[in-house]
């Protein structure tokens, strides 16, 4: 269709128009992308993750929200999710989220809260075991099915929302290793020191990065990382690179005159760099750290970086693993049962059976 | 950007039309009816896709032209690939294309619709065929509400993952393309939508803020500009004829049906015997219950297919066929 045809002057009719053409047929000569309030549109409660989908998911409540919990800081605020593991309180959750357990606690779906007392950090899993203090009577997981061999396609659900609500998603992609490529904060720093041959100064701050949550600003001189003076900036760049995404570095500045210190979070380096100028498009932000993890099932539930630690399941109400990393918009892994329960069973039972102690003969 | 699944303010001529069609059994502006999901469909959902997709995914490839990584997908045994217009950017262009498995091959751009974001481009090596899939002319039959499943490269090729699945469903069908809740990323682009008969009903183009707001290149330009874009043409403007050509002028009626209200002098609906007055009902056995319906059932299909026209002649139904031609020069523009 084009301009001419809607002339009802022209000599000839359009072709297969209307004569007459009511407004909103001049949309049709926008580009792909505008909208066109002719068009029927699916309503939300209709899309794949709408509350008429996710009826069907109604059921498996009790296997996914009912062993999951929410992580919050002292002030209320969520900065994770827990799946329980074992009825005497003991909960999974992704550990670079939640690097100091004594600033948070926890709640479970039945209104209880309690302190949470680490137990067991693993860092090539990226997973901290805890127990809820003073809690008994919970409903653990069944972490018994094999995720390993779910094929590509296979529904999955998780639980969303600080653990009160479900979402639900497909394997997207071969289950397999993610590798590390270090952390990195998201600054780019000048070649020659700064003055006086002392402190390094930063001449860029990649967008949603540490370095930016952190507060750092184009300009201001780093004069110290993680208590080492920084005189030079390749010394500075491995001093970072040797670190794990979500460990914290403290940092001296200068910034016009005054001196200040701040902590940095750091994140995955594959990310940080990608994100350079903020184009990447997560619906919510990213995980910390979204790498280096030995085996990772790949799906699309559409989720945030606090749905971190929480349980996913099949339609079956079968927990096949805990979700560990939101990657980008399209991408969430999650660690597959087989990878982390063996352990996991045994740091249980290593804390429920410490060793006695034996008379001296 | 507009918020999907709200209805941006129309103008009231659009609200006169859109409560008139109320009525009928598929209305404009009259979304389908809610039904709540039971696990049996989901189930049926995950057997469809497992069932077609080690067939589909060998089609789909990772496009490389420049410094860009994107995607594509192979439509026939010679070698065809339908990608997005953006991906290319031009006629002629040389691109590196990675399959499944990682084997390297070249392709050549050949036309593209920068409108619409439609490009076709072809392999080099004809000397095997290609693992391919066909597309789905049915253009129309892609409503909001029906299944679908996204595959692509997002963020590239990666030979561990592969291309990566995503199953969402139709949110809109727009006249030159569909929006679906399949979340897209960067290096999807050019990547293909499936219906479940594992047909390409879409060309993943762009992405909005919201995670519902995936939008897709339709098949309707493709098969619309398919002869230009075969020979490498830049389309910059679409005519309504440049798909096939059957050579009526419609009206809506007061009993909101399509009428014909002219038909073009030695075009092929006047060899088939259409004859102003007549009452569409059905294309392909497809009901028609309006003109931009019908519109885009016609321009779907290329010249030389055949078409099944239900029709009410002075209150007489009966069926003619009718043999799409190419649409003559001098008419519209």
């Known amino acids: ?361 | 950007m507009f918020p999907l699944g709200t209805f941006p303010a129309c103008k009231a001529a659009t609200m006169i039309v859109a409560a008139g069609l109320f009525a009928s059994t598929l209305a404009a502006a009259d979304a389908p009816p809610a039904t709540l999901t039971d696990i049996a469909t989901l189930q049926h959902i995950q057997q469809e896709v497992q069932q077609l997709l080690p067939r589909v995914r060998q089609a789909v490839v990772a496009i490389q032209a420049g410094n860009g990584t994107a995607s594509g997908v192979i439509i026939s045994a010679d070698g065809l690939v339908l990608t997005a217009a953006h991906v290319p950017d031009k006629p002629g262009r040389d691109l590196k294309v990675v399959l499944e498995d990682g084997s390297v091959t070249t392709a050549k751009s050949l036309g593209l619709d920068k409108t619409t974001d439609a490009a076709l481009a072809r392999l080099k090596d004809r000397g095997k065929p290609w693992p391919f899939v066909n597309l789905s002319r049915e253009v129309t039959k892609a409503q909001p509400g029906e299944w679908c499943f996204a595959l692509g490269h997002p963020g590239g090729f990666d030979k561990a993952r592969g291309p990566v699945l995503r199953v969402g469903k139709i949110i809109k069908q727009t006249a030159n393309g569909l929006h679906s809740d399949c979340v897209l990323m960067g290096g999807d682009s050019g990547g293909p939508l499936f219906n479940f008969n594992g047909e390409v009903i879409g060309i993943h183009s762009q992405i909005w803020e919201g995670r519902d707001q995936n939008v897709h290149v339709s098949m309707a330009p493709f098969l619309r500009s398919w002869d230009a874009m075969q020979k490498s043409q830049v389309i910059k403007t679409w005519g309504v004829g440049a798909g096939g050509y059957l050579g009526v002028a419609t009206v809506m009626s007061d009993d909101l049906e399509v009428a014909v209200a002219d038909v073009i002098e030695g075009s092929p609906a006047l060899k088939a015997g259409i004859r102003t007055g007549d009452v569409i009902l059905s294309v392909n056995g497809d009901p028609m219950t309006d003109q931009q319906q019908f519109s885009a059932t016609v321009r779907a299909r290329a010249a030389g297919d055949q078409l099944k026209l239900k029709l009410r002649t002075q209150g007489k139904e009966h069926e003619i066929s009718v043999k799409l031609a190419q649409k003559p020069q001098d008419e519209g523009q």
């Open chain 1, 1 to 361: 269709m084009t301009k001419g045809n809607t002339s009802s002057a022209s000599k000839r009719p359009a072709l297969i128009c209307a004569l007459e053409l009511p407004a909103f047929f001049l949309l049709l000569l926008n580009p792909l992308l505008h909208a066109d309030p002719s068009r029927p549109t699916l309503p939300p409660e209709d899309r794949t993750n709408g509350k008429h989908t996710l009826a069907a998911i109604e059921n498996l409540k009790p296997h996914t929200v009912g062993c999951a919990a929410r992580v919050e800081s002292l002030l209320g605020r969520t900065i994770g999710t827990a799946t329980i593991v074992g009825n005497d309180g003991y909960v999974l959750m992704k550990a670079s989220e939640v690097p100091d357990l004594e600033k948070t606690r926890i709640k479970f779906s039945d209104g209880r809260k309690a302190d949470l007392r680490e137990v067991h950090r693993e860092p090539r899993l990226d997973l901290v075991l805890a127990q809820a203090v003073g809690i008994t009577g919970l409903h653990p997981a069944s972490l018994e099915a094999a995720a390993r061999t779910l094929p590509l396609g296979q529904w999955l659900c998780s639980v969303a929302h600080a653990g009160t609500e479900t979402r639900l998603g497909i394997v997207s992609a071969r289950t397999r290793r993610i590798r590390g490529e270090g952390a990195a904060m998201g600054i780019r720093m000048e070649e020659k020191p700064a003055k006086a041959g002392k402190g390094v100064r930063i001449v860029g701050v990649a967008s949603d990065s540490p370095a930016e949550a952190a507060g750092l600003k184009e300009g201001d001189v780093l004069l110290s990382i993680a208590g080492e003076n920084a005189s030079d900036f390749q010394r500075v760049h491995d001093i970072i690179k040797q670190r794990q995404p979500g460990e914290t570095l403290e940092l001296r500045i200068q910034r016009e005159k005054q001196e200040e210190t701040c902590r940095v979070r750091l994140a995955s380096r594959t990310k940080v760099l990608d994100n350079w100028n903020g184009e990447d498009f997560a619906n919510g932000g990213v995980s910390l750290r979204n790498d280096n993890f030995p085996e990772v099932l790949q799906h699309d539930i559409p989720l945030l970086p606090t749905d971190m630690g929480g349980p996913v399941a099949t339609l079956e109400g079968k927990i096949v693993g805990i979700n560990i990393a939101r990657v980008d918009r399209v991408t969430t892994f999650a660690l597959p049962v087989e990878v982390f329960w063996p352990e996991t069973q045994q740091w249980i039972h290593a804390d429920r059976h410490p060793p006695k102690a034996v008379l001296a003969k």
